[in-house]
């Protein structure tokens, strides 16, 4: 069987892995993505080895030089990733000794273990930022929608069934305070990601002078008060993966939301609701059925949830039983963290073009809101201001509702002589009750979809976003 030998092999091995062990223990399939991190942690390292004088100034700039070239020639997909140096650490650490002699002297003090961590957590970070910029844009093209159409109103529902009237921008508005609490949990993360491991070693850190708080300052591991963020534990340091659990978690949570979101524009496009129509550019067409324009982008986001909660279960899975510190089963880790994060940012990203894309139908959600079984609750608080327990006002309300069911009528049609066969506390003014505008005027509560709240609730949310 033909041999190769991986750098990491040197001295102690007679020979290079086995093919098929090669083949299993490889990452650069998955983890060259990392590259620009890779190098950015090495840059850092390489300037702090200069600082304690193990490069000489002339090294120094020739590694940087080095790692510019080749990040150049990553970049125009021209470097050649060779999977028999298993990952991207190796790769690009191999190519640049090949091309400056200093660079056998980068991993001084270093070792892959921190080095991974590190990289990680670099990526993660602008990971999170990209993520909530794409979160902002969501929220942006909800509360737009809800400004488009600040006037509709449509049912609000709870078990499906029709409940009470709402403003379309209220329903929206309950996906941006949704989406802005992933904000929060996203950042309370990244302050958990942004700490930095270099100089942990494998897992007893180092007998040299490393200057651990100058790699982290420059590599920005700082806090709002610009205090550097360093682990404080060397053997945690390299085992640690919980700030990939905590994101894959945020992402799982995230993920929750944009598949309501889309089950709501799912069964808004459909003809029973059809209070949305979706452009064409964001539907697809059936191959059997001329006359089908589907949701796809919205059950996707649906569908798409169940591989991002599958991913952290495996996180979770993966780290149960792993003895300190570090474990090549770590390296398991990434393919599941860079499919959270690409599948919940692609998905927020999709989402806000759909709605971006997604008319509402005035006259059809008009038509819905106008159903005045919504304002049955209104008519028993009618009952309540004239002093009757709110208990019984529930059960006369009822009582009314049965007697419209059996006359034929539908609530505002019954007389105040009908209403009075019911009670005689009804008075000329129970069937002003049903004007659904005064009704809208009247919930003005913190959080109600009354008229001047949604208006204030737009607006806040407006400003908020528009930074
Ligand atoms: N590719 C490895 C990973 O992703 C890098 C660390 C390897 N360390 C080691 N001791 N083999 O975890």
């Known amino acids: 069987m033909k041999k190769i030998s991986p750098v990491s092999r040197s001295g102690r091995f007679t020979g290079g892995p086995a093919v098929d062990v090669a083949q299993f223990t490889e990452s650069i399939s998955f983890d060259h993505r990392l590259w620009r991190h890779d190098i950015l942690g090495s840059m850092a390292h390489t300037h702090m080895l200069h600082k304690i004088g193990v490069l000489t100034k002339k090294e120094c700039v020739a590694i940087v030089k080095g790692f510019d070239a080749i990040g150049r020639e990553i970049t125009a997909g021209k470097f050649k990733w060779k999977p028999e140096l298993e990952d991207v650490h190796m790769n690009i650490e191999a190519e640049l000794t090949r091309r400056v002699p200093a660079g056998a002297k980068l991993h001084t ?74 904000c929060e949990r996203l950042w309370d993360c990244r302050c958990r990601v942004n700490v930095c491991p ?4 494998a897992i007893a850190g180092s007998t040299l002078p490393l200057d651990r708080a100058l790699v982290a300052k420059l590599l920005g591991f700082v806090d709002v008060d610009g205090k550097v963020q360093l682990t404080q534990n060397s053997m945690d340091a390299v085992s640690d993966r919980d700030f990939a659990v905590e994101f894959c978690a945020a992402g799982a949570l995230l993920a929750v939301h944009l598949s309501r979101l889309a089950e709501d524009v799912i069964l808004w496009a459909g003809a029973e609701f059809n209070f949305i129509k979706i452009a064409d550019a964001y539907t697809t067409g059936s191959s059997l059925m001329p006359q089908k324009k589907n949701p796809d982008v919205a059950e996707l986001a649906r569908g798409k949830t169940g591989r991002v909660f599958g991913n952290l279960m495996s996180l979770l899975t993966l780290l149960k039983g792993l003895p300190m510190t570090y474990n090549r089963d770590l390296q398991e880790d990434k393919e599941r963290l860079f499919d959270t994060a690409d599948t919940v940012r692609a998905t927020t990203s999709l989402m806000a073009a759909m709605l971006n894309n997604t008319k509402v139908n005035k006259p059809a959600c008009a038509a819905a809101a106008s159903d005045p079984a919504l304002l049955a609750t209104d008519l028993a608080d009618y009952l309540v201001k004239k002093g009757m327990p709110f208990r019984q006002a529930h059960h006369v309300i009822g009582a009314v509702v049965a007697l419209a069911e059996k006359s034929g009528k539908l609530l505002h049609q019954l007389t105040l002589a009908e209403l009075q066969t019911v009670d005689k506390i009804f008075g000329c003014d129970a069937l002003g009750v049903f004007n659904l505008k005064t009704a809208m005027a009247k919930r003005n509560l913190t959080g109600a979809p009354g008229t001047k709240e949604v208006a204030k609730q737009l607006a806040r949310w407006r400003k908020e976003l528009s930074s």
Not at 120 to 144: K, P, Y
Not at 198 to 201: A, F, K
Request: a negative charge; charged letters at 25%.
């Open 109 to 182: 003090g270093r070792s892959r273990n921190d080095q991974v961590a590190l990289d990680v957590r670099l990526w993660l970070r602008d990971e999170i930022t990209l993520l909530l910029g794409e979160i902002a844009n969501l929220q942006r093209a909800l509360v737009s929608l809800g400004e488009k159409n600040a006037d509709v109103l449509i049912p609000g529902y709870t078990h499906l069934q029709r409940a009470q009237p709402v403003y379309l921008a209220h329903h929206l508005l309950a996906y941006v305070e949704m989406l802005e609490r992933d």
């Open 198 to 201: 270099l100089g942990s070693g």
